[in-house]
């Protein structure tokens, strides 16, 4: 069922990257967060990664348009939008994910808003199963239900889904759902009243820009690895959500809110988890080059680019 064994468990260090690129703005309102993946392209991402010795194979973008329905459906009691659109576009990229895992490649998503990570945490699950062990890295929790969400953006709701909080017969496919306790959170300032009660209820770890603060972001990386993965014997998919980063490191986003991780934060945090040697996945997600002007367009794309190249284990000697 693993895509490759060593040492009786998963492939370290995997040779080959797929680069999935799946251009969805349907989880939120603000147009532009679906060129993005192509941007980041276009700056070289999978010339930058292939030089560090990688084979890159770049996967041709998901048509989300085809996956449109004719009407939506709207649920009782609440405002979600696009359910039926966002579920068909991540079930299509969930099996392009699950494929990357199996063949025991890398497998890189380049979004979109966040809502993609009901896909891509999906398809490596598929793969790892309850294995699996996410880092959620992000300025927002994106833990809403459809009952509590305000906005009814479904960027704000992916992690209900994925860690079995919430479910729709829409979404029935997402399976198998994520252990809790494999969960864990880091980079935090934003989160909604209903939010932080479903954190609490739920046990779920999380490390907010409060901690980051106090104990500094090494020692926040190690406790989070430590809470999800002690023995680092199982396999990370880390989702990282570029508002994570504070608005002047990464001002092209669609919801940015200050006092967020700084430049060396973020990319330490990259550098940290390669270390490990057991990413399998990541996400990255959120980059709006419509947002601002040419040089915070400019700014976020190369970021975006090099954070992917840190986890990938590039580092500064
Ligand atoms: N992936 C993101 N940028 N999410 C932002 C979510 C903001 C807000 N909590 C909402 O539910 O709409
Ligand atoms: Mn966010
Ligand atoms: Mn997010």
Not at 22 to 43: F, N, R
Not at 88 to 116: I, M, P, T, W, Y
Request: hydrophobic share 40%; with cysteine.
């Amino acid at each position: 069922m693993y895509p490759a064994v060593l040492n009786n468990k998963y492939i370290k260090n995997p040779s080959s990257v797929g680069i999935i690129p799946t251009c969805y703005d349907g989880g939120q309102k603000k147009s532009g967060v679906d060129i993005a993946p192509g941007e980041m392209l276009k700056a070289g991402l999978a010339t930058q990664i292939e030089k560090m010795g990688y084979s890159v194979n770049v996967l041709p973008d998901e048509d989300c348009e085809s996956h449109k329905p004719e009407s939506e459906i709207s649920v009782e009691g609440s405002n979600v939008l696009n359910l039926v659109w966002t579920s068909n576009v991540c079930k299509a990229h969930a099996a392009r994910v699950e494929e990357q895992c199996r063949l025991g490649n890398f497998a890189l998503s380049l979004g979109g808003d966040h809502s993609l990570a009901l896909g891509t945490i999906t398809g490596s699950s598929r793969v790892y199963g309850e294995d699996l062990c996410i880092i959620w890295v992000d300025a927002h929790t994106d833990i809403n239900t459809l009952s509590t969400t305000d906005s009814g953006n479904l960027h704000g709701c992916p992690v209900s889904f994925l860690l079995g909080i919430e479910t729709h017969p829409e979404l029935a496919w997402m399976k198998p759902i994520i252990r809790k306790d494999r969960f864990v959170y880091i980079g935090l300032r934003d989160i909604e009243h209903k939010e932080r009660k479903i954190v609490k209820d739920n046990n779920i770890k999380a490390f907010t820009m409060h901690h980051v603060d106090k104990y500094g972001i090494g020692a926040v990386v190690q406790m989070a690895i430590d809470h999800i993965n002690p023995n680092l014997d199982l396999p990370i998919h880390l989702s990282l959500d570029v508002d994570a980063m504070d608005p002047s490191v990464a001002p092209a986003t669609g919801t940015p809110v200050r006092g967020g991780l700084t430049f060396r934060e973020c990319h330490y945090l990259c550098e940290a988890i390669a270390e490990t040697n057991c990413l399998v996945a990541m996400d990255l997600v959120e980059v709006n080059p419509l947002l601002g002007d040419e040089s915070a367009f400019n700014q976020t794309v190369a970021v975006g680019n090099s954070v992917i190249r840190c986890a990938l284990g590039e580092t500064l000697l």
